[in-house]
């Protein structure tokens, strides 16, 4: 069986490569040639965690190729994955533009051929309810006919940035959309070398399948919302919220995880589905408060650590230097879609801070955004030389542990304002630190007093 990805981005790249480490003849397919260009001297173009040596090694054994050519991977392969940008229209609905026009070329390539063979197209990319059933009628409209020689199959990618190519190795469950027992068994059969340990794959019908990645993102970034939410009263009231935290992650109904409080969520996923989902529940009449309120806390969230900021020193921030740490939208990403930290930074340059920023792999994208409008450094401390605080914004694993003694002697003032809560507020106190962190109380100049 040969397979395809089209689209090769975080998910077709991940699942390309995955996919060609089982075995399987994977042809990966992308408009933009310099990207396939790179990939083809078997360099990753995205920051992933065990990735580049996968790809070398697929690449090396020809099991994974790379092509700009849409025809080369029709012509061939008998299983396509999809895993095109779905980005937010002007109305907050999922974009299918891309999903939709590769549909009509694989259609017309397919509709041209004298002998047909039966083929599965596979939505990889978070989609609304009902695409497949858009894509299907795309194919007919070519004269194809579904269940022969094609159907359409939704498979929706849950795949963490970061984590991707253990996330892909060992999902906690492959959900896959379609009422075809044909396409059914084929998908079976390619996600079975991933479920060795006994993990489900659950095939449902398609909308249900569309419907449940929606469903799971929104969940999680409710999940955020509500902690950010009990982390601002926490501050009000004089609780701790890590305290909160524990004491409710512990109930097994609600689970540790994903109850961080801190900037709000970002990356390139959760801030469309969840608008997505409210866009869908429009169209359907559907008034689904819930996605709303977890939307607008994400928002003000974003703006708690410019306000602290602003309100430390007098109102403005003009003419004060600030050390930004962190700019991806989480650790171990390079990726800064819809990222807090720049919600953040955009805020502070508002203010009028002059801004020195530092991220162990976002700087290249970071400066694709603001070019000279900030200083980059090399180092975390090379942003802190006179300046006036520092902003913590994402939570990279080399923030946590940092050399105090460095920090003091750059450094201009002992304030810090942190974003992810890096760090115990009373041992802040003891260093003689101003100390802003989420829903936790603040060292501030009058407690150091
Ligand atoms: N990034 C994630 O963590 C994640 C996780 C789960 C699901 N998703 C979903 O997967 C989809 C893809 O997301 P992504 O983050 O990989 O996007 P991406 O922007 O990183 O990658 C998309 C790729 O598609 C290419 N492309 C665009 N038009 C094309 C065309 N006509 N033919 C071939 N290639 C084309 C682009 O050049 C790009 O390389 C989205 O729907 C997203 O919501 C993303």
């Known amino acids: 069986m040969h397979l395809a990805v089209i689209g090769t981005g975080y998910v077709g790249l991940v699942t390309g490569t995955c996919f060609a480490d089982t075995g399987f003849r994977v042809t990966c397919v992308d408009i933009d040639e310099n990207k396939v260009r790179i990939l083809r001297s078997g360099k990753a173009t995205i920051f992933e965690a ?251 969230q974003q703006q708690k650590l410019p306000r602290w900021a602003a309100e430390r020193f007098g109102g403005s921030l003009e003419g004060r230097k600030l050390a930004v740490w962190g700019l991806a939208f989480k650790a171990k990403t390079d990726d800064i879609r819809e990222s807090p930290a720049l919600s953040v930074v955009r805020s502070l340059l508002d203010l009028g801070a002059e801004l020195t920023v530092f991220d162990p792999e976002a700087i290249d994208n970071t400066r694709r955004v603001f070019g000279d409008s900030l200083r980059y450094a090399g180092s975390m401390y090379e942003t802190l030389d006179g300046a006036d605080a520092i902003v913590i914004c994402t939570e990279w694993h080399e923030f946590r542990r940092p050399d105090w003694d460095e920090i003091d002697r750059r450094l201009a003032h002992r304030i810090i304002f942190d974003g992810r809560n890096l760090y115990k507020p009373s041992r802040m106190a003891e260093m003689g630190y101003e100390y802003y962190s989420v829903g936790r109380p603040h060292v501030t100049e009058d407690v150091l007093a």
Not at 117 to 126: A, C, F, G, L, Q
Not at 149 to 177: C, H, Q, T
């Open 50 to 300: 065990g990735l580049e040596d996968l790809l070398q090694r697929s690449v090396r054994e020809h099991r994974l190729s790379f092509t700009t050519s849409l025809p080369d991977a029709a012509e061939i392969a008998d299983v396509l994955f999809l895993a095109l940008p779905t980005p937010p229209g002007a109305d907050g609905a999922a974009d299918l533009s891309f999903v939709l026009q590769v549909a009509d070329d694989l259609g017309a390539y397919w509709s041209a051929q004298k002998s047909r063979r039966y083929r599965v197209v596979v939505n990889k990319s978070t989609v609304p309810v009902g695409t497949a059933d858009k894509v299907r009628a795309r194919l007919e409209a070519q004269g194809l006919v579904a269940g022969e020689d094609f159907d359409v199959v939704s498979n929706p990618e849950f795949l963490r940035e970061g984590v991707a190519v253990a996330d892909f190795m060992k999902p906690e469950r492959v959900v896959v959309g379609t009422s075809s027992e044909r396409a059914a068994a084929i998908m079976r059969s390619i996600y079975e070398p991933f479920v060795r340990q006994g993990n489900p794959i659950l095939v449902m019908d398609e909308r249900s399948s569309e419907m449940t990645k929606y469903a799971a993102n929104s969940f999680l970034a409710m999940k955020v919302s509500f902690i950010n939410e009990v982390a601002n009263l926490c501050e009000k009231v004089g609780a701790n919220v890590d305290e909160v935290r524990v004491g409710i992650g512990l109930d097994s109904r609600i689970g540790n995880k994903f109850l961080y409080p801190g900037l709000g969520f970002g990356g390139s996923c959760f801030p469309k589905d969840v608008q997505a989902l409210r866009r869908t529940a429009e169209e359907y009449d559907y008034d689904f408060q819930l996605v709303d309120a977890v939307l607008s806390v994400n928002d003000r």
